[in-house]
């Protein structure tokens, strides 16, 4: 492995917005990130690695629930043995029983929506550098060319309309202390 950049740049490429979330491009630090939707709608829904559902001792009481009810190594070579064997059914039924009751889910954090114009006909681009993280757009609004830039951490590092910046938008995510939101 080396730390020289790729004489070819990593780079994937879009040439329309996404419709759905499956078709978004994902930002973030592993802390903090989003899915870009792209186009002038600017949608950004935007996850936090804080958010959960449940309570602060449902994991640990449904580990112990878990644990209790067997699940372990011996169970985990049980599931290896019947994955080796191709038995799809078995090896299903066992890794159920390392769930429990109540899995924690990973909940969103919330969606943000900055309208940027409308986009003209004539073209738009989204390409997301592997190598810097960056997502950059391109596109026309109103015949003036509009360019974006989302990036690590998760932030809409700018927004130009033209040749002038017309917004620069930094609003870092700040997890509090429950001591702190009294």
């Given at each position: 492995m080396t730390d020289q950049p790729s004489p070819t740049p990593l780079r994937l490429r879009w040439?329309?917005?996404?419709?759905?979330?499956?078709?978004?491009?994902?930002v973030g630090n592993g802390t903090i990130g989003a899915m870009v939707f792209g186009d002038a709608r600017g949608r950004f829904a935007l996850n936090d690695s804080s958010v959960w559902s449940g309570t602060p001792d449902t994991p640990d009481a449904a580990l112990r629930s878990v644990v209790a009810a067997g699940a372990g190594p011996q169970r985990l070579a049980d599931v290896r043995?019947?994955?080796?064997?191709?038995?799809e059914e078995r090896a299903e039924a066992l890794l159920r029983t390392f769930e429990g009751l109540w899995s924690q889910e990973f909940l969103p954090l919330g969606d943000l929506d900055l309208d940027l114009g409308r986009i003209d006909d004539d073209g738009y681009e989204r390409v997301l550098d592997l190598e810097s993280a960056v997502l950059t757009e391109?596109?026309?609004?109103g015949g003036i060319p509009v360019r974006t830039e989302e990036g690590n951490p998760v932030a809409l590092n700018g927004a130009t309309f033209g040749d002038a910046v017309a917004l620069m938008l930094s609003a870092p995510l700040v997890k509090l202390d429950a001591s702190e939101a009294r």
């Open positions: 040439d329309s917005p996404a419709r759905h979330w499956t078709e978004s491009t994902p043995e019947a994955v080796a064997h191709r038995d391109r596109f026309s609004s």
